[in-house]
Structure formats: structure tokens, C-alpha cells
């Protein structure tokens, strides 16, 4: 059941894309994705009796940026959640690695993942990086595809949706592999205490 509750949190995304694939209008794909957020954390909370936390987050994100589109009826104001989300997350982990010198990565996954303080560190800078560039990278394709490369603005905006729904995410996954790999070629000492711990 609680396998079924995570695979809903997908669902919103994917109701988002099929619903512009099929009709071409953000503003109609929105209201599905607001209402689909709403409707999936509702089911999520019925069958496991709690709200992930990611799902709270996900939820959030969409009504402050999904009801003033559909309201205002300006396709341009959901392009914003992508970069605004990386830049509140690349702001977070800035805030926790130099304000209160506090990993964030150590404090969610230090318990399983024993790994030396300066590693964590690195990791830290490292996704604080990328969620800034993700964030500048959804602005150039949200806004400035028609500018920069002659793409008639429907095309850019179909463009900016596969983005939204497939590529953010590929992106973070790559990121996440390559951090990986770097961590196992240049500090294989570290991954080799993490086995041991294992």
C-alpha cells in the first residue's frame, strides 16, 4: 500500500503532461496539476494515515504557482515554480552547510551513509551549485528559447513542458550518478569504510 501511496506522487506530473499533449493549453494543464497534487495527497493521507513530506512540498509548490495561472489566466507564472524550487533548495542547503554549519545531506542520510564530514561538505556545495544552474537553465527554456534560437513560441512552450516533466528530473538523476562516481574514483577510502559499515 505504501508502495502505491509513493507511486501517487508521480502522478501529478504525468496527469500534467498527458493533459497539455493532449489539448496545447498550459493554462487547462495546470488546473489538472493542481487538482491532481490535491487529489494525491488526499489519497496518499487515506491510505497511509500521513502526508510525505515531499508530497507537502510538492503540493505547496504547485497551488502557489498553479492557482494564480489559472486564475490570472497567465501561462507564464507556472514556468516560475521549476527555478523557484531549485533556487529555495540551493538557498536551504547554503543557509544549513554555512549558517548553522549543519549538512543537510549528513543530517538526512548520515546515519546510513557514514561518510567523513569534508565529503558531505563537498556534496553540499556541489547540489547547491547545481540547483542554481537547473534554476537559471528553466529560465532560458521557460522564457528565452524564442530569443536565443527562433522557436516560435508554442513550440518553446511545448518544449518547456517536456523540460518541466522529464528533464528537471533526468538531470538531477545524472547529477546524482556523476556524484557518485566522482565519490568512488577520488575518495575510495571513504566508500570503502562506507562497505564496512554496511
Same mark, same amino acid.
Given at each position: 500500500?505504501?508502495?502505491?501511496?509513493?507511486?501517487?506522487?508521480?502522478?501529478?506530473?504525468?496527469?500534467?503532461?498527458?493533459?497539455?499533449?493532449?489539448?496545447?493549453?498550459?493554462?487547462?494543464?495546470?488546473?489538472?496539476?493542481?487538482? =491532481?497534487?490535491?487529489?494525491?495527497?488526499?489519497?496518499?493521507?487515506?491510505?497511509?494515515?500521513?502526508? =510525505?513530506?515531499?508530497?507537502?512540498?510538492?503540493?505547496?509548490?504547485?497551488?502557489?504557482?498553479?492557482?494564480?495561472?489559472?486564475?490570472?489566466?497567465?501561462?507564464?507564472?507556472?514556468?516560475?515554480?521549476?527555478?523557484?524550487?531549485?533556487?529555495?533548495?540551493?538557498?536551504?542547503?547554503?543557509?544549513?552547510?554555512?549558517?548553522?554549519?549543519?549538512?543537510? $545531506?549528513?543530517?538526512?542520510?548520515?546515519?546510513?551513509?557514514?561518510?567523513?564530514? $569534508?565529503?558531505?561538505?563537498?556534496?553540499?556545495?556541489?547540489?547547491?551549485?547545481?540547483?542554481?544552474?537547473?534554476?537559471?537553465?528553466?529560465?532560458?527554456?521557460?522564457?528565452?528559447?524564442?530569443?536565443?534560437?527562433?522557436?516560435?513560441?508554442?513550440?518553446?512552450?511545448?518544449?518547456?513542458?517536456?523540460?518541466?516533466?522529464?528533464?528537471?528530473?533526468?538531470?538531477?538523476?545524472? $547529477?546524482?550518478?556523476? =556524484?557518485?562516481?566522482?565519490?568512488?574514483?577520488?575518495?575510495?577510502?571513504?566508500?570503502?569504510?562506507?562497505?564496512?559499515?554496511?
Amino acid at each position: 500500500m505504501k508502495t502505491f501511496a509513493k507511486l501517487l506522487e508521480l502522478a501529478p506530473a504525468v496527469a500534467f503532461f498527458v493533459s497539455y499533449k493532449l489539448t496545447s493549453d498550459l493554462i487547462m494543464a495546470t488546473a489538472v496539476i493542481v487538482a =491532481s497534487c490535491l487529489a494525491a495527497a488526499l489519497l496518499q493521507y487515506i491510505l497511509t494515515r500521513e502526508i =510525505s513530506r515531499m508530497q507537502i512540498f510538492v503540493t505547496a509548490a504547485v497551488i502557489l504557482f498553479g492557482l494564480p495561472t489559472v486564475l490570472l489566466n497567465d501561462p507564464e507564472i507556472i514556468k516560475w515554480k521549476v527555478t523557484c524550487v531549485n533556487g529555495i533548495l540551493a538557498l536551504a542547503i547554503g543557509i544549513c552547510q554555512y549558517g548553522f554549519k549543519k549538512n543537510p $545531506f549528513a543530517y538526512l542520510f548520515g546515519r546510513e551513509v557514514p561518510l567523513p564530514d $569534508f565529503i558531505w561538505h563537498k556534496l553540499g556545495l556541489w547540489w547547491m551549485i547545481f540547483f542554481v544552474f537547473a534554476g537559471m537553465l528553466n529560465v532560458v527554456i521557460a522564457f528565452y528559447l524564442p530569443t536565443f534560437f527562433g522557436i516560435d513560441i508554442k513550440s518553446a512552450e511545448a518544449l518547456w513542458v517536456d523540460y518541466k516533466t522529464f528533464g528537471n528530473a533526468i538531470l538531477n538523476f545524472i $547529477f546524482a550518478i556523476g =556524484s557518485i562516481g566522482y565519490l568512488m574514483k577520488k575518495h575510495p577510502e571513504a566508500m570503502a569504510s562506507l562497505k564496512k559499515e554496511q
